[in-house]
């Protein structure tokens, strides 16, 4: 079986600061890391791959130091990845970058399963997965918390709707983006990396790309811009409730019920 | 030879912190009556919380008078016994005495209330781009008791244990009186240091009721090892080479797999691995990413060496809370794994760890009886659990009492000490007697005479 994992690099505090006159990240001298939701995703491959055989790849979008989370991914135990990096790339919305990661994984390969994570921690959009897989013409199943079992050039997987869960059948290839919190990734390989060779990252540019009409990718082919970026108002209001257990319960229940909660 | 609390004294507690702030017989919880151990049982006559220095002045000021016993206590996360009211008498509770008080950025100290919570004061520091560093594994337990028992904790290795941090104390005597020992200051060569005699005495000398505590600036990198080895051996015998190799690493931890799934079964949550038998755990911290790269590639390429199975980077928030979070449960995930349990925190030399841990496995195998461990394979400090499982009462403590004696006896051959961070209490008074004999009791009693002549404070415990 082969499956593909869409990761990208993102910030690596979820404390960065936005300049309040440009609206643009202050990413200098933060370092960053691999989406903490794709490492769920990474897992559920692995596990995949160790249940019926096969193995895993990684595609991801960014500038070449995205690099380093193909490096990471393959110390993670996955088989070697593609960076899509190009200038013509930069400035891309959600529907430009489902574009281009459809592009590029057209490139590499057919795979049974294209599994993403659940969002980004910098973008939070958690849209690029579906969007992918309607331009590449394939299912997909999102909010997924377990893929069950994989017979018959199907997929059984089990998606959490909130209060209730659904078990699903799909076709493969199909692309499924994974639930948060559903396994705990396993952790990068020290000696794996002292091995790790060039060649497990592959880059491909605008160049390589079936479709090379520049106004599908980047800020030209993006069917929304940015018009500001904002970080949200801190609320920092505080109510101490004082006094014994039962005087605290009274005024706990007043201020519940005087703000209506209740 | 203590009064017993009359329905006057009640009045007078009252008085001094509030009619709801003194609770006695039945409106005392039995949780009052033990710590987290529950190794020995005793409700006081009165809980009373204290909100300030002043009150707890007062409050010392009724006790001295009248002869009352009085036993401090914070969270009640210790192990020893010693916030349990051996006499009955006033539990005075400083848990509500939880300000942070002042962050002083010149002198790089913060003062404290006692009954700031260990994680709270970790947060504050952090929040502030600073470090606090004494972390031991309890982190609801207070300031106050990190204080009295001079908590060492995962990062003693590199940082130190609490008396490092403890600049100035201000403190109630058992007759009412306040004072302030130490000061705001790097040096102190002013006579006989007070301030750390107080640090360590786990509530028997005077009571805390404020603290200055000095900080390090917040390491800008950090990045732990999760480090496999086929057994414990291996592992364990593993750490004197990485002390050698004169990397200073932040923590130096061991767990065996028995434990790590003890705590995912606890916790509810999967670790990151649990193919092998043994690991050990370290942390580096630096301010640069190459300076902990290097260190870090130093001690992986010698442990790979000296047959590590593997070593896994543990460098991002998400990864570090998937492993120490587990580290941090331990002690609970054992607790909840057996009917009963009795704890050893001995400490030896650090090339004396590997030699002690063989030991509670010979000790384990001759007895009968699970004695899992966990700890600080970095400073010596071990964390030893004696576990009773489905064992009848007469056998419990006929066994419980031979490991015991047979675990002290080979940590005083081995060179270590009855208590690594945990404290005397009421549970080892009698190992510490054996091991220092006579003349150093006999100071230790001489000292707690000149601070509580009447020993009204925490009585039964550390050395009478």
Not at chain 1, 6 to 22: A, L, R, W, Y
Not at chain 2, 332 to 360: G, H, L, Q, Y
Not at chain 2, 394 to 417: D, P, Q, S, V
Not at chain 2, 429 to 450: D, F, S
């Amino acid at each position: 079986m082969k499956i593909l994992v869409c990761i990208k690099q993102v910030p690596g505090s979820n404390n960065v600061e936005v300049d309040p006159v440009t609206g643009v990240l202050k990413r200098s001298g933060i370092q960053s890391k691999m989406n903490p939701y794709d490492l769920y995703g990474i897992e559920a491959a692995l596990s995949l791959t160790e249940k019926y055989g096969g193995s895993v790849e990684c595609i991801t979008m960014g500038p070449p130091q995205a690099k380093s989370i193909i490096e990471e991914a393959v110390c993670m135990g996955a088989k070697n990845g593609t960076v899509l990096s190009d200038r013509k790339f930069a400035g891309a919305d959600v529907l430009a970058t489902a574009y281009t990661i459809s592009q590029g994984i057209r490139k590499c390969g057919d795979f049974d399963i294209i599994i993403c994570g659940k969002q980004t921690t910098d973008g939070d959009t958690a849209q690029v997965g579906a969007e992918v897989a309607e331009n590449l013409n394939i299912p997909n199943v999102s909010n997924v918390i377990s893929i069950d079992e994989i017979i018959d050039g199907k997929a059984t997987v089990t998606a959490s709707l909130d209060n209730n869960t659904i078990k699903m059948s799909v076709e493969l290839p199909c692309l499924i983006s994974m639930e948060n919190d559903i396994n705990t990734p396993r952790l990068p390989s020290y000696k794996v990396k002292q091995s790790i060779t060039d060649d497990v990252v592959k880059i491909l540019t605008f160049d390589d790309f079936d479709d090379k009409n520049p106004d599908h990718y980047g800020l030209s082919g993006s069917a929304t811009q940015v018009e500001r970026i904002f970080p949200p108002e801190k609320n920092t209001e505080k109510h101490s409730v004082t006094g014994s257990s039962s005087e605290q319960a009274q005024s706990l229940y007043e201020l519940v019920s005087k703000l209506k909660m209740i | 030879m203590y009064n017993k609390i009359n329905e006057k004294d009640v009045i007078a507690l009252r008085a001094i912190v509030g009619e709801s702030n003194v609770l006695t017989g039945n409106e005392i919880s039995p949780d009052y009556a033990h710590d987290e151990l529950g190794g020995i049982e005793r409700m006081p006559d009165a809980l009373v919380r204290a909100y300030s220095t002043e009150q707890i002045s007062e409050i010392m000021k009724l006790a001295y008078e009248r002869c009352l016993p009085v036993t401090v206590r914070g969270s009640g996360t210790g192990l020893v016994g010693a916030a349990v009211a051996l006499e009955g008498g006033i539990l005075l509770e400083t848990v509500k005495m939880n300000k942070i008080l002042e962050l002083d950025k010149n002198n790089l100290t913060v003062t404290v209330q006692p009954g700031v919570l260990l994680m709270e004061l970790a947060a504050f520091a952090e929040e502030n781009d600073f470090l606090y560093p004494p972390d031991p594994g309890e982190k609801s337990a207070t300031i106050g008791g990190n204080i009295s028992t001079n908590a060492g904790g995962m990062r003693a290795v590199k940082y130190g244990v609490t008396r490092d941090y403890v600049r100035a104390l201000k403190v109630v005597m058992p007759n009412g009186e306040i004072l302030e020992l130490g000061a705001k200051v790097a040096k102190n060569s002013s006579g006989y240091s007070l301030k750390d005699l107080v640090v360590g005495s786990e509530g028997t000398l005077c009571i805390i009721t404020e603290a200055v505590l000095k900080l390090v600036p917040l390491p800008k990198v950090s990045v732990s090892l999760l480090v496999p080895f086929k057994d414990m051996k291996s592992a364990i015998e593993a750490v004197p080479q990485i002390i050698r190799s004169k990397v200073t690493p932040t923590a130096i931890e061991y767990m065996s797999r028995d434990t790590i799934l003890f705590s995912e079964s606890y916790l509810g949550k999967k670790f990151p691995d649990t193919k092998n038998d043994a690991y050990i755990l370290l942390t580096f911290d630096g301010n640069t990413d190459e300076q902990v790269e290097a260190d870090m590639n130093t001690v992986a390429n010698l442990c790979l060496d000296i047959g590590a199975l593997d070593a896994y980077i543990v460098d991002t928030e998400e990864r570090k809370k998937s492993v120490w979070s587990a580290r941090g449960a331990f002690l609970e995930a054992i607790k909840a794994s057996t009917t009963e349990m009795d704890e050893c925190d001995v400490v030896v030399p650090k090339d004396m760890i590997a030699e002690f841990i063989k030991f509670t496995h010979v000790l384990s195998d001759e007895m009968g009886i699970r004695i899992p461990s966990f700890g600080h394979a970095g400073d010596g400090n071990l964390h030893i659990y004696i576990c009773r499982d489905e064992l009848d009462d007469k056998t419990w403590h006929e066994k419980l009492e031979i490991c015991f004696e047979r675990m002290y006896r080979k940590a005083e051959e081995l060179g270590g000490l009855v208590s690594g961070e945990h404290g005397i209490g009421y549970a080892k008074k009698n190992y510490l007697k054996e091991q220092y004999g006579q003349t150093p009791i006999a100071l230790m009693q001489g000292i707690k005479r000149v601070f509580d002549e009447k020993n009204i404070l925490n009585p039964g415990k550390v050395c009478f």
